[in-house]
């Protein structure tokens, strides 16, 4: 067990839905990452937060968002879902957010799009 | 680039032997780089890290080495056990923009 927790753990829906994936870093970590695994891509790195601000951006479309709360826990909102979106979105932390330090994975979210 | 799952190069060791599992990255700007172990229905967990200025660091039995002129890091597991069947991803972390991209992923059988 990371310490990281992600909810839900499943979630299916359908086609041009929204939906807010939740996670919840390591006690103490101020820096959160999103990913994005899929059969067709990998492992993609969406978006890094660090104490609420947004320190880095990777492949993340128009149509997905992100934020980091006060209380340091992240959403990622997924919205016009496409059945392409389908795939495990992974949320990490670490203490600093700097490259140096161990990014600790959570469990996951398994997106389906019908 | 290849695909996760199904598409996998797949390496197949036996238990007791060393395994070698091999990435090249392209981006000249990466300065961290990280190897991670990915159990079936799990996420992806951290193994070893190595930084630019350096060409090997040692773990508990894993080895990384990086070669920065030709762009290629290795990850060598010393005994492979079978509790070290999993897939295996390189990433790199990019000095400028801080962005991760991630190698395609090996998957390590480990024969008993």
């Known amino acids: 067990d990371s310490g990281v927790t992600q909810t839900p753990k499943h979630l299916i829906t359908a086609t041009g839905q929204r939906v807010t994936l939740r996670c919840s870093p390591r006690?103490?970590?101020?820096?959160v990452y999103w990913y994005q695994q899929s059969l067709d891509q990998g492992l993609q790195f969406l978006i890094q937060?660090?104490?609420?601000?947004?320190?880095a951006k990777g492949n993340i479309l128009e149509r997905f968002s992100a934020q980091q709360f006060p209380d340091l826990h992240s959403e990622l909102n997924l919205s016009s879902l496409e059945l392409g979106d389908s795939a495990l979105y992974f949320c990490?932390?670490?203490?600093?957010?700097?490259?140096?330090?161990?990014?600790?994975f959570g469990p996951g979210t398994r997106l389906l799009v019908l | 680039g290849e695909s996760v799952g199904l598409h996998l190069p797949t390496l197949s060791v036996q238990e007791g032997d060393n395994s070698i599992i091999n990435c090249a990255y392209s981006?000249?700007?990466?300065?961290?780089f990280i190897w991670y172990k990915q159990e079936s229905g799990k996420g992806p967990q951290f193994i070893i890290d190595i930084r630019s200025n350096m060409d090997k660091r040692q773990g508990q039995r894993v080895t990384v080495l990086l070669n920065k002129t030709v762009k290629h890091l290795s990850l060598q597991i010393a005994a492979t056990q079978p509790g070290d069947s999993a897939v295996y991803f390189c990433a790199e972390r990019d000095s400028g923009t801080y962005k991760y991209i991630f190698g395609t992923g090996t998957r390590l059988k480990v024969l008993a």
């Open positions: 937060y660090y104490n609420g601000e947004e320190r």
């Open positions: 990490a932390s670490s203490t600093l957010g700097t490259s140096q330090e161990t990014q600790y």
């Open positions: 006690s103490g970590d101020l820096s």
């Open positions: 981006n000249s700007a990466s300065d961290y």
